[in-house]
């Protein structure tokens, strides 16, 4: 096993953590984690809720601020507003409910902040034919939000965070209310675009079995601990054990992976809600497990992604 920090020969850094501490509400979420993820891959982020999936996403786009360390995109520090990255942020129910048109949603991202152009400018429009194109909504594009399935939805909004050919993309758990069916058409829709483009895709989900055929390293979060690697390095019961902060079971069946608690599945909880930040992550979930949620310092110290 490697050091999980090291890049593979040939490949460049997309994204560097270099000994980072990021804090919410007073409480550690990564305690000293560095860890490196290249040009070229698909990385599954997986954790139990409130391990801090999105918060790592948004400290990448630089909307939160590492109390200690470095976050590098591409060998520059992090900053908001980063063309290089699209971001598909977790919280997206508000979307159901809109008439517009599916091509003028995806336009609007085009428009304004992000280029600085006109609506109607023909550049604008080509380059939102284009992602439209790559994930092959361009007919889909024609009809409103509002009647198009969940999954359908999912690839306009993969299509808006292709504007501008970012080199990075943070997928936040794009599997949400999903059926398996259209769960397995956005996992491989977005592996297509991936390699298609060569580009590199943190997507969060809180089941690994969905990923696992997509993936190329995973990166699971829990207890202040980054462990990134391999499925075979990173699904196992000791490193599980420690993110989880109580005895994990790994199990293998016919092709799946199931991680367990005692007799729970601990990544198979119901996890329908959309709102981001609406829920809470202290305790009251009804999931049955613990999110090992005890941050002492003393035990975050010095042993993350080490595997
Ligand atoms: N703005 C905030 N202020 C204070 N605490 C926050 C804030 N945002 C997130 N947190 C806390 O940070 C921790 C990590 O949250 P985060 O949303 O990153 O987890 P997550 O892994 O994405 O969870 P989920 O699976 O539920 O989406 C949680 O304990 C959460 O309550
Ligand atoms: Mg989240």
Redesign the pocket.
């Known amino acids: 096993m490697t050091p999980t920090g090291a890049a593979p020969r040939g490949s460049a850094p997309v994204l560097e953590l270099d000994r980072v501490t990021l804090e ?2 007073g ?1 550690a ?1 990564l305690s000293d984690a560095s860890l490196v993820v290249n040009q070229n891959e698909f990385i599954g982020v997986l ?1 139990p ?7 790592l996403m948004r400290a990448v786009l630089g909307l939160v601020p590492a109390a200690s360390g470095a976050i590098r995109v591409l060998g520059e520090t992090v900053e908001r507003g980063n063309p290089s990255i699209g971001y598909m942020p ?1 919280t997206r129910s508000a979307l159901a409910g809109r008439r517009v048109r599916g091509r003028d949603f995806v336009a609007m991202a085009a428009d304004g902040h992000r280029w600085g152009l006109p609506h109607h400018d023909a550049k604008a429009r080509k380059e939102v034919d284009r992602v439209l194109e790559l994930v092959g909504a361009r007919e889909l594009a024609m009809r409103p939000l509002s009647e198009l399935s969940g999954g359908e939805r999912q690839r306009l909004l993969l299509a808006q965070c292709l504007l501008g050919n970012p080199r990075l993309l943070l997928l936040d ?1 794009p599997l949400i209310s999903l059926d398996p069916h259209h769960q397995k058409n956005v996992v491989e829709l977005v592996r297509r675009v991936q390699q298609e483009l060569g580009i590199t895709v943190l997507f969060s989900a ?1 089941e690994l079995n969905p990923l696992l055929h997509a993936l190329d390293r995973v990166l699971y ?1 829990g207890s202040g601990v980054a462990a990134l690697g391999t499925v075979d390095e990173v699904i196992t019961k000791p490193v599980l054990s420690r993110l989880y902060g109580s005895a994990i079971d790994v199990m293998r069946v016919n092709g799946r992976i199931f991680v367990m608690s005692g007799d729970v599945e601990v990544e198979k909880h119901d996890h329908e809600h959309e709102d ?2 609406g ?1 809470d ?1 202290g305790g009251g979930h009804a999931h049955g497990h613990d999110h090992g949620h005890t941050h002492s310092p003393a035990k975050t110290h010095g042993h993350t992604h080490d595997v």
């Open positions: 919410m509400g409480r979420i954790g809720n409130g391990a801090g999936k999105t918060t977790q758990e809180h979060l981001d930040h829920h992550h």
